[in-house]
């Protein structure tokens, strides 16, 4: 289902279970990345998983967005995205990153938008950044044991705000 008002935005909806890696098969920034992409290509969202690939690379490059205490929010805009989508990814140990903290990332939160929507992926972004820097919220879905436990977690953290 997708949100019609940025106001209304909530990452359980643009979040499909399927969309989900507990944990990572990756052990590195760039392949952990490209293994969100196929997620969300898998989901219908990313039609041409090799550009955005490409995208969230190059944006990485410029900048890591490892943000601190463990989490990671990549993200791009690019063409070939067909809606609003998250993928979250739990490294199976905690993963370099380049974070800010210069501490590794044990959570990594994929943001694709279609290149139209830059108002909602931004309004997006602050959500994440909003339910993340609940320090107990971020503990309880970095010890999710599998997809649906951190599905379910997010959903109950998004119910309490």
């Known amino acids: 289902m997708q949100p019609t008002s940025a106001s209304n935005f909530s990452i359980t909806n643009l979040l499909s279970p399927e969309a989900i890696r507990v944990p990572l098969v990756a052990s590195a920034r760039q392949e952990a990345l490209e293994e969100l992409v196929d997620a969300l290509a898998s989901t ?52 370099e990153f380049g974070s800010i903290d210069k501490k590794p990332v044990r959570l990594i939160v994929l943001l694709a938008s279609p290149p139209e929507r830059m108002a909602d992926h931004i309004q997006v972004l602050h959500r994440i950044s909003r339910i993340f820097s609940n320090i107990a919220v971020r503990e309880r879905v970095c010890l999710a044991h599998d997809a649906a436990t951190l599905y379910e977690e997010l959903r109950t953290a998004e119910a309490a705000t």
């Not at 969230?56 to 063409?79: D, M």
């Open 44 to 95: 219908g969202a990313v039609l041409d998983p090799d550009l955005f690939k490409r995208s969230v690379w190059e944006r990485e490059q410029q900048r890591s967005t490892g943000i601190g205490e463990g989490l990671a929010i990549p993200h791009g805009k690019c063409a070939g995205i067909s809606r609003l989508a998250i993928a979250i990814g739990r490294p199976a140990t905690p993963m």
